[in-house]
């Protein structure tokens, strides 16, 4: 009696989703974890790969992100558009339609509470009656879409920075975002700060020479030129050699404010006692345009409130700003334009070509040898500037030239000490930054340190070595670099649009995968704002700042995302599959799509190709205590796997995950799970 043979019995393919972008390895030889084509998905530090967070245009304002909708149960007798205000006639308050569903108004920027049953009216007119506030939807795609209708109506409200061209520096200090762009003719550079009614100018005051002085003006004094009658209000008060003390001290006065035109050689007087005498007329502080600003944030006078911001663009003198007064800094050189700015050992550091000069420990103002100033010749023009990781006895100053790199030890000039750490191996301008360990980004790729140590100035040594063809072309692109440490990525930003991102846990690297942005991004600034929250931000070409990992969108614009991975054979090149199923792990804490592809047998055209699939998935969770009724997810899940139905039959399958959207929350692809059954043996 014959028997029927037995079915083949299904095989499971666990894919764990991890190690990032790789353009080089051989297919055979890649894991299936990795992937061969990505686009706007990072690796995430706890696995997988993420679609990553948006950025919106700011200007101090509310931001987008933080926009919230209602919706308005209504009896509409009137005409009413999107985009009309409407007041409650009873309660006084406003709001904005952003959408109507029948008898709905889904309304955002609230004042205030509306009152149920009152009437509702635009421009005076009555449109209807409000009869109740239903709070959100359930609905996962429309509460997305309503939420991104909200961000767009404040949107509108934010404008880009005053003036003409790119955005040339930004900055966060003491909560205040500040950016720099010439102004309107070109003709000089402009400061601005963010602020509730958006971007208000910065007035730089003037500054008012003086020597001989005798006893001490403070500031809010206003002092008068005595043959002159000139008269200003002090804002600061800088010393460069000498002091009040010994009737000696040299100097300038910032003056917020003044009224005629100070005389050289008149006695300076407060309260008509005479304090200094001034070397000439007071001039008004200006910036050269065209300066790319750098930024840094330090404490050399000690103390809790002795943080400045310290500053250079290339184009005119440094500056410190308390977040009141600008006050240039004169370090005596004769083109006094550095190019490269840090704060180290209570020194303020600058660059000036291949010059690195240091000022009097603790005077940022003091550039006098005598008073502990120098200067140290490095063998190339200076590129970055980056304080290493390292306790008071141990923390050391990184130098980078283009090819070169060297460390400065010490804590003064009484035992600085310059070493080369490593010939060959430098860094691109504006891409140092420091995590874990100093990164940056030199003519190999993406080098830290320790690997600069191990493997020299080689290609090994480069943390993006596996994705060399994205990096070559764009080394001399860069233009700004920034950190996030919540994620442990280190990011550099491309003229022409790109980015990358690589993710580092411990010191190993994650993965590296490429960005592609809707601007391009000329200067970037990570810091942290009064709650001690990390916040980035980015200067725009097109005149915006954007705060990066905020929103859904590129500022309004959908973000496309791809993962391609490469083709798996399931350790087994020579035996045909029959491929069933996938089973693909989301995790996430929003409303998620996304699609869902693959290609059999390298792509032949001996196979049929089925067109990629869509998925949903509600990955909005609620939790006990932590939820408005009415206003919560009975079964939400913040984990979910997509059932994918797969057909075919080939030796192998590459798969692919791709979104396009500009109101999807971030979302991760944690593993992919392949049903299969072998098949036979390829002739």
Known sequence: MSTLPAMPRVQYDLIRLRGGLDQVTPTLSLPPGFVRRSTNFEASITGGYTRIAGYERFDGRPRP?????????????????????????????????????????????????????????????????????????????????????????????????????????????????????????????AMYASSGSGWTVVPLGSELGFNTGTAEIFVGNTV???????????????????????????????????????QAAENLQVSAVTKAVAVGAATAITLAPDGRVETVIGNIGGGVSNYRAYSCDGKN?????????????????????????????????LSFGASLQFSGLGLPFQWAPILGAGEIAMNATIT????????QSSGALAVYTRRDTSV?????????????????????????????????????????????????????????MNIRPFMQPRINLATASTVNREKGQYRVFFSDGYGVYLTILNGSLLGAMPMQFSHVINCAFEGEDASGTARMFLGSTNGYVYELDRGTSFDGESIPASLGLPFNSTNSPRLLKRYRKASVEVTGNAYAEFQFGYDLGYRSTYFTQDSD???????????WDDWTWDEFVWDGSDISPSEVEVR?????MAIRV??????????????????YTFRRGLR
């Open 613 to 623: 699939s869509s998925n949903t998935n509600d990955l909005r969770a609620s939790y």
């Open 65 to 189: 992100s933080d926009a919230v909708y209602d919706v308005f149960a209504c009896v509409i007798s009137g005409t009413v558009a999107v985009g009309n205000t409407i007041t409650g006639l009873t309660s006084g308050q406003t709001a904005v339609v952003i959408a109507i569903d029948g008898q709905n108004l889904i309304v955002t920027k609230e004042s205030s509470d509306f009152t149920d049953g009152e009437t509702l009216q635009v421009s005076a007119v009555t449109i209807g009656t409000l009869t109740s506030q239903i709070g959100v939807v359930a609905d996962g795609l429309t509460d997305a879409t309503y939420r991104n209708l909200a961000a767009d109506s404040y949107r509108s409200n934010i404008t880009l920075v005053p003036g003409s061209g790119p955005v040339r520096g930004v900055f966060l200090y003491n909560g205040v975002v500040y950016a720099f762009r010439n102004n309107a003719g070109g003709t000089a550079l």
């Open 224 to 262: 008068t030129g005595q043959t002159s009658g000139a008269t200003g209000v002090v804002a600061r008060v800088v010393i460069t050699s000498g002091s009040f003390a010994t009737s000696n001290a040299v100097g300038r006065l910032i003056l917020s404010s003044t009224t005629g035109t100070f």
């Open 317 to 349: 003198r440094a500056w410190e700003f308390d977040g009141t007064t600008l006050v240039p800094i004169s370090t005596g050189m004769a083109n006094d334009k550095p190019e490269h700015i840090v704060v180290h050992r209570q020194h303020l550091f």
């Open 648 to 652: 075919g039959t080939a030796e192998n």
């Open 384 to 391: 970055n500037l980056l304080p290493l990781p390292g306790d």
């Open 408 to 464: 400065l030890y010490g804590t003064s000039s009484a035992n600085f000490s310059l070493a080369t750490f490593n010939t060959g191996t430098g860094a691109v301008a504006y891409t140092a930054q420091t995590m874990d360990q100093a990164y940056v980004l030199d003519d190999r790729g993406v080098i830290s340190l320790g690997t600069s140590l191990n493997f020299g100035n080689f290609l090994p040594a480069s943390l993006t």
């Open 658 to 675: 791709s979104a396009v959207s500009d109101l999807l929350e971030p979302f991760t692809v944690n593993s992919i799970i392949v049903h």
